[in-house]
């Protein structure tokens, strides 16, 4: 089973920047695509980004240009850089890994707790 630690949330003011880190321990074979979603109120959680393990990268248009993810495979690490955020962008933030724990298995999925990003002056 994996788990996900997440970090970084907090209150910004529009214009500022966040970085939100995710580290996952446990047992597993490999991590595939590590990535991140938000969930604002009243709203369905959404794709912010995605990497891949050969380091491919997929944006939501809303973010592209101001938010870049990375990887750590060291670290079973993934972050997202968010840069320029405006009050829009103000979500719970969700670290997902796909993961397997077998070479022949399928690969399954889990998510971290959460942690808020709030923009706002």
């Known amino acids: 089973q994996v788990q996900l630690v997440e970090s970084g949330g907090g209150l910004v003011q529009p214009g500022g920047s966040l970085r939100l880190s995710c580290a996952a321990s446990g047992r597993f074979y490999d991590i595939n695509t590590m990535a991140w979603y938000r969930q604002a109120p009243g709203k369905q959680r959404e794709l912010v980004a995605s990497i891949t393990s050969g380091s491919s990268t997929n944006f939501a248009d809303s973010v592209k240009g101001r938010f870049s993810i990375s990887r750590d495979n060291a670290k079973n690490s993934v972050y997202l850089q968010m840069n320029s955020l405006k009050s829009e962008d103000t979500a719970v933030y969700y670290c997902?890994?796909?993961?397997?724990?077998?070479?022949?298995?399928?690969?399954?999925?889990?998510w971290g707790q959460g942690t808020q990003v709030t923009v706002s002056s």
């Open positions: 997902n890994v796909e993961w397997r724990i077998g070479p022949s298995l399928d690969y399954v999925h889990t």
